[in-house]
């Protein structure tokens, strides 16, 4: 709610959109007048009535509830008359107002015009919004891993129903609309997160050490959690979204389209078709730039997960800083705070000057002239100030009138969009060669060490990597020893030898490699569910 001056005069009570300017839409104005906080009050009193299934509130009881609720909230000042400020909302368009015809049993109750009050369709709904502006201002959303699996199911769903020779639309649709609307409150909560979470890293000069703390280790959990659930689903529904594509996606957008087109007063059927499908059609892109990237801008995957680190490094420098006040005592905020005093209480300039020179070291400068001709037979002292000393000569060349620029148009701003695009394909081809090497190494099964041929140089490191990786796996029951690539794309199993001497010497294109005879197997987890 924001803050006002409670002291408002009478003439500025009654304002009308006529003294504020044409342009301005009346039904929003008094959320910047300035009795905003009352105007927000009588107005969420009477949001409130209509929860309760009332229809309209005489006066007295607006005035008693808005009393009320500035009391619970410590309010001391002087409010403005209910009545007049209830004329402003009904000029504005705000609320609506009724005479009451009950008997008067006196002439001043005659007099007095009694009204009663309720809010208008468009000022119930535009208050509505507020309320819900001001609920997501103060919601954190969560980066919700859990609905990675929801997505990649329903992806894969899609994909069944598009690849069927007999094309369902309604339950094709049914499906885009399942996984469409799960990402959408992904893609929010997100958004939401990262929010919170850099106004949770804003200290802002003032920290409480304990509760941050607290919410270090809390917040430092839940993002390896989040980061290591997104590595390990990235390359399924990557894999999905191409499968959907290549299953006819993009060709269906028009046939689902109009399984859901509602009518609309004034324009064809095939217009509104049109429009639906092209809203399903930038719903898919958004949907897909989460996890494909292009030459101007990375995936909202990779984005994430390039904050979530630089959240964990922002959190530790804080607690360094933490620590230093702890242990080292070091407080830079106190130290110009005292040396600013000295400054203040300094008795004399000299003083000053010294003190300046010995916290800052910024000497003044004394390189200003030229050499001394040989012929020059006078004493200059190194230490002697320029009031005491002959005036040093100055270059013509320093005072050369004249553009310093050089002459001509200004060089051009540099155009990366082909580096760009050349890093996006050398991106591309490293990917390429990368699932070559899987395919190949995937498609000889089972097979021990010794009985590798000599291999080309993307699958012996492809090799090394899955070796590391199983051997740092701890042995099973049966010695066999399990282990998933970083990126969980592979299945790696080292069986154990044949017999505890048997070796195996791996030729590779630089180098021999001696390790045990192990059966390798590598399986991968296209279209699985992790």
């Not at 430092?220 to 979204?241: Q, S």
């Not at 069986?495 to 294109?509: R, V, Y």
């Amino acid at each position: 709610m924001p803050p006002v001056n409670d002291g408002a005069d009478d003439a500025s009570l009654h304002e009308t959109p006529a003294e504020l300017g044409d342009g301005r839409m009346p039904l929003v104005l008094y959320l910047v007048l300035k009795n905003a906080r009352y105007y927000r009050l009588i107005v969420d009193v009477l949001m409130e009535e209509e929860a309760r299934l009332g229809i309209h509130l005489p006066v007295a009881v607006i005035e008693e509830r808005v009393r009320t609720r500035l009391a619970a909230s410590g309010h001391t000042g002087h409010l403005p008359p209910v009545d007049t400020l209830l004329a402003d909302l009904h000029v504005n368009g705000n609320v609506d107002r009724i005479y009451s015809t009950r008997r008067k049993n006196t002439v001043q109750e005659y007099m007095r015009k009694d009204h009663y009050y309720q809010l208008t369709p468009q000022g119930a709904q535009l208050h509505r919004e507020v309320l819900r502006i001001d609920r997501e201002l103060g919601a954190t959303g969560a980066l919700q891993s859990a609905m990675l699996p929801a997505v990649l199911q329903a992806l894969d769903e899609l994909t069944e129903l598009l690849a069927r020779e007999s094309f369902d639309p309604s339950r094709t649709y049914a499906a885009y609309h399942r996984l469409t609307s799960g990402f959408s409150d992904l893609s929010e909560n997100a958004k939401l997160f990262v929010q919170g979470l850099n106004r949770s890293l804003e200290t802002n000069g003032t920290l409480q050490i304990d509760a941050f703390l607290a919410y270090k280790d809390v917040v430092v959990r839940y993002l390896n959690t989040f980061t290591l659930v997104l590595e390990r689903h990235t390359p399924h529904i990557t894999a999905g979204i191409e499968a959907a594509e290549q299953a006819g996606l993009n060709e269906r957008f028009a046939e689902l389209a109009a399984v859901d087109a509602s009518p609309v007063l004034g324009q064809s059927p095939e217009t509104l078709t049109v429009r639906h499908s092209q809203g399903l059609a930038r719903q898919w892109q958004g949907l897909r730039s989460w996890f494909h990237g292009d030459a101007e801008r990375l995936p909202v995957t990779e984005i994430l997960q390039e904050r979530a680190a630089e959240a964990v490094s922002q959190i530790m420098q804080i607690v360094q800083q933490i620590n230093d006040r702890r242990f080292r005592r070091i407080n830079r905020a106190a130290d110009l705070t005292t040396l600013a005093r000295w400054f203040d209480n300094a008795p004399t300039e000299q003083y000053t000057s010294t003190l300046w020179r010995a916290a800052f070291g910024m000497n003044p400068a004394r390189h200003l002239g030229q050499t001394h001709p040989l012929d020059d037979d006078a004493d200059h002292l190194p230490h002697a100030t320029w009031w005491n000393d002959t005036p040093a000569p100055v270059s013509a060349r320093v005072r050369h009138h004249g553009p310093r620029a050089a002459v001509g148009a200004p060089p051009r701003i540099a155009d990366t969009r082909a580096a760009k695009r050349h890093l996006a394909a050398r991106r591309a081809q490293h990917q390429k060669t990368r699932d070559d090497a899987e395919t190949a190494l995937a498609a000889r099964g089972a097979m021990r060490l010794s009985a590798l041929p000599d291999l080309p140089e993307p699958e012996a490191v492809l090799l090394l990597a899955c070796l590391t990786t199983g051997l740092s796996a701890r042995p099973g029951k049966d010695g066999s020893r399990r282990a998933r690539s970083r990126d969980g794309r592979l299945l790696i199993v080292l069986a154990p030898p044949a017999t505890p001497t048997a070796a195996a010497t791996l030729t590779l294109p630089h180098g021999q490699l001696a390790v045990a005879d192990f059966e390798l197997t590598i399986q991968p987890r296209t279209g699985a569910h992790p």
